[in-house]
T-cell receptor, first 115, second 105 residues
Framework: NAGVTQTPKFQVLKTGQSMTLQCAQDMNHEYMSWYRQDPGMGLRLIHYSVGAGITDQGEVPNGYNVSRSTTEDFPLRLLSAAPSQTSVYFC??????????????FGPGTRLLVL | GIQVEQSPPDLILQEGANSTLRCNFSDSVNNLQWFHQNPWGQLINLFYIPSGTKQNGRLSATTVATERYSLLYISSSQTTDSGVYFCPDDYKLSFGAGTTVTVRA
């Protein structure tokens, strides 16, 4: 298993550009989440999904869109990049289990710099 | 949503020392996990521990769900234990700032 993969590893954008951060998992996990990490602020939840076709907003969803057309993929779209979106982005997935969420696995992260 | 308070916010240890990290929750604990983020940014799941005690090598964790707290024990600390430790409870919630651990040789 490759686990959770993210592409690209690093990206530089100009203000106003759009792009998609890719996230894929091969563990057949129902739950997937996107976080951003800024210095000293932990990981803040952007969007999450409980299964294909179902997404919801997290703590900081503004400026980001997501979709979940398959169980495996959960792309994050930046519609019009702003310098405030400079951050490290992590994708995670977990199995739903019989009594709730189980162990969560993280991808390696994508470093995004918006100029 | 549920609030998580981690203590201490920062911890400096001499190699070989033992330590305890704590997480307090404002509501019931259901899916507690402990993560370690190493200095290179990689996030590694240490324990999935909604209740009870688990051990893995020099690390062990205990969650007392009825009292809404969890503890992570690091014994005989090594420099590779440096990094930030997080204790989120749910995939639908943000992580807090965590506990930053520095182990000095």
């Amino acid at each position: 298993n490759a686990g959770v993969t993210q592409t690209p590893k690093f990206q530089v954008l100009k203000t106003g550009q759009s792009m998609t951060l890719q996230c894929a998992q091969d563990m057949n996990h129902e739950y997937m989440s996107w976080y951003r990490q800024d210095p000293g602020m932990g990981l803040r939840l952007i969007h999450y999904s409980v299964g294909a076709g179902i997404t919801d907003q997290g703590e900081v969803p503004n400026g980001y869109n997501v979709s979940r057309s398959t169980t495996e993929d959960f792309p994050l779209r930046l519609l019009s990049a702003a310098p405030s979106q400079t951050s490290v982005y992590f994708c995670a997935s977990s199995y739903a289990g019989t009594s709730g969420q189980e162990t969560q696995y993280f991808g390696p992260g994508t470093r995004l710099l918006v100029l | 949503g549920i609030q998580v308070e981690q203590s201490p916010p920062d911890l400096i240890l001499q190699e070989g020392a033992n330590s305890t990290l704590r997480c307090n929750f404002s509501d019931s604990v259901n899916n507690l996990q402990w993560f370690h983020q190493n200095p290179w940014g990689q996030l590694i799941n240490l324990f999935y521990i909604p209740s009870g005690t688990k051990q893995n090598g020099r690390l062990s964790a205990t969650t007392v769900a009825t009292e809404r707290y969890s503890l992570l024990y690091i014994s005989s600390s090594q420099t590779t234990d440096s990094g930030v430790y997080f204790c989120p409870d749910d995939y639908k919630l943000s992580f807090g700032a965590g506990t930053t651990v520095t182990v000095r040789a």
